[in-house]
Each structure stands twice: as C-alpha cells, then as structure tokens.
C-alpha cells in the first residue's frame, strides 16, 4: 500500500502552514520519500549545504533519524541538524499506524543566532566555500523560539491529523 494524497487540498494547507509560520513544510511517506513541500526549495542556508554531497548525506540523515525517532514514539520530534538548525517531524496516523509524516523547519531561535553565528556559519563552510554566500544565506535563516516552535509542532500535529480526517491523504 502506497500513501495517497490530494494534491491540491495539500498544498494549499502548507502553503497556509507557510503564510502562519514563515517556515518550509513537506510530507512523507511512511518510507521518508518526500512527496510535496512548500516552499519546494529548501531554505538558501540549507541549499547551499545540500550543493556538497557530504553535507547532503549528513542533512538526509539527520532526517531518517528524525523520522524514526518519530515512528518509535508516534508523536512528534523537535531536534536539531547537523548544521545546528532547528526542524521538527510529526506523524501521519490512521488507526494507530504511521502511514506518513509531515516535517517543518530550517529554523534558528533568535537568541541562539547571534551567540552561535560563528560556529554555524564556520561549520557550513567546512562544505561550502563562498562566505559571503553563507553568511548572507545564514542572515536569512527563520527565526523561532522554544515557544514558537512548540505552537508550531502542535498545529503541525492537527494538520498530520487533518490530512486524513478531510481525505488529503490515504493509503491505497
């Protein structure tokens, strides 16, 4: 069986997610393949990480992690990557099965981002070596604080919930 999904309803929920949040949103399915995000790039900070494949590989990982922490306890994970980014990952549920997930993120507390710029940005260029690139990549991150992105993670959790309630998302 395959998650199924319409596309349009789906969309337009993140994109509304998106309008309340600032920040990406996708869905997966109960394998990790992403199957719709909005925006559908990643953040400019997260991009050029991804450029190099060694980075891509650590990003990726960070996010099967995620992705399983969250399937063991079927609820939803906040976690930071590798590059010290802030992203969190909820469940989709029918009948107490995880049939996808939906992940929010690329985000930094505001706080955080002043005292741990340069350990960021020094970190992404051990992958990247156009500072001016990743220093203004890094300007632009979304910034969220424990509550925000707590309110987030709970919103998040009623739209995994919503997805199937409304027929966004099913199993075929």
Not at 14 to 28: A, C, G, K, P, Q
Not at 72 to 84: D, V
Not at 89 to 94: E, G, Q
Not at 128 to 147: G, P, T
Request: glycine share 4%.
């Amino acid at each position: 069986m395959m998650l199924q999904f319409d596309a349009e309803g789906l969309r337009e929920l993140l994109e509304d997610f998106h309008t309340l949040t600032h920040v990406r949103v996708s869905v997966y399915d109960a394998n990790w393949d992403k199957l719709i995000a909005y925006p559908e790039k990643s953040c400019p900070f997260c991009t050029l990480l991804k450029d190099n494949p060694v980075s891509r590989k650590l990003c990726k990982s960070c996010d099967q992690s995620g992705f399983l922490a969250c399937r063991n306890s079927g609820s939803i994970q906040i976690y930071r990557c590798h590059a010290g980014l802030i992203d969190a990952v909820a469940p989709i549920r029918m009948n107490d099965i995880t049939i996808g997930y939906m992940m929010f993120g690329q985000m930094i507390d505001p706080v955080l981002k002043k005292t741990e710029r340069n350990q960021v940005i020094s970190y992404a260029l051990s992958f990247c070596s156009d500072a001016a690139a990743v220093s203004k990549a890094y300007d632009r991150l979304c910034c969220k604080d424990e509550r925000q992105i707590r309110s987030a993670a709970k919103i998040i959790e009623a739209c995994a919930c919503y997805l199937w309630m409304n027929q966004l998302a099913w199993m075929d």
